[in-house]
């Protein structure tokens, strides 16, 4: 069946810093691949997406590529901010579907 | 324009007892999800209903929950007998009819089972 699988956490960084939080995923077909953001006491956010291999998705200074030949999707920041302290979930939908497979979440903590 | 409602925030039950959770979903949208998530785990698909219709039920377990989407109301999910492994956030989401990917979630209810 589909999964994903990110790296574990909690993942500390200093403001400023370079981000990366890996994703893999495993799945039939050629899936749309999302990263959702969830703040602490609140449901998720959609971050950014990608629907086809090597698209980019980006949104407030994140990105990912849809890397079909690793079958990855990794998030990265370059600069980092206390605000961004939260729990970071890799999804996909496969093609036909409208359920999310998501991974079990990353926290970052951001320190000032 | 309110986004995903979902009510109680926090739902606590005894073993054996009855855990019904409601989510009203935003404005416009017709397709409402339910997720589940354990404690240090990611979200795990139960449910995706349209008004008066279950359209896949594959997360769901065989036992004890059900889901329903009336024509009027909000979204229930409805656990029986709970027992403490039901002890999670369920969260709702909600689609336009034209969109699978423009998925909008509530803030979760977290169901505590003594």
């Known amino acids: 069946g589909d999964s994903v699988t990110q790296m574990e956490g909690p993942v500390t960084l200093s403001e400023e810093a370079f981000l990366t939080i890996n994703c893999t995923y495993t799945?039939?077909?050629?899936?749309?691949l999302f990263w959702y953001v969830q703040y602490p006491g609140e449901g998720l956010q959609l971050l950014l997406k990608?629907?086809?291999?090597?698209d980019k998705g980006s949104n407030k200074g994140f990105e990912a590529t849809y890397r079909k030949e690793t079958t990855s999707f990794h998030l990265e920041k370059g600069s980092v901010q206390v605000s961004d302290s939260a729990v970071y979930f890799c999804?996909?939908?496969?093609?036909?579907?409208?359920?999310?497979?998501f991974g079990s979440g990353t926290r970052l903590q951001v320190q000032p | 324009n309110a986004g995903v409602m979902q009510n109680p925030r926090h739902l606590v039950r005894r073993r054996g007892q009855e855990a019904r959770l409601r989510c009203s979903p935003m404005?416009?949208?017709?397709?409402v999800y339910w997720y589940r998530q354990l404690p240090e785990e990611g979200l795990k698909f139960m449910v995706y209903?349209?008004?008066?219709?279950?359209?896949?039920e594959s997360g769901m377990p065989k036992e004890r929950f059900s889901a329903e989407f009336p024509k009027e109301g909000p979204s229930i999910l409805r656990i029986q007998q709970v027992v403490r492994g039901d002890s999670a956030a369920y969260f709702c989401?909600?689609?336009?009819?034209?969109?699978?990917?423009?998925?909008?979630f509530g803030s979760g209810t977290q169901l505590s089972v003594l």
């Open positions: 989401a909600s689609s336009p009819w034209d969109s699978n990917e423009k998925l909008f």
């Open positions: 799945a039939t077909g050629y899936p749309s």
């Open positions: 404005k416009g949208h017709s397709h």
């Open positions: 990608a629907t086809k291999a090597d």
């Open positions: 209903l349209q008004k008066e219709n279950i359209i896949d």
């Open positions: 999804a996909l939908m496969r093609t036909g579907r409208r359920a999310l497979t």
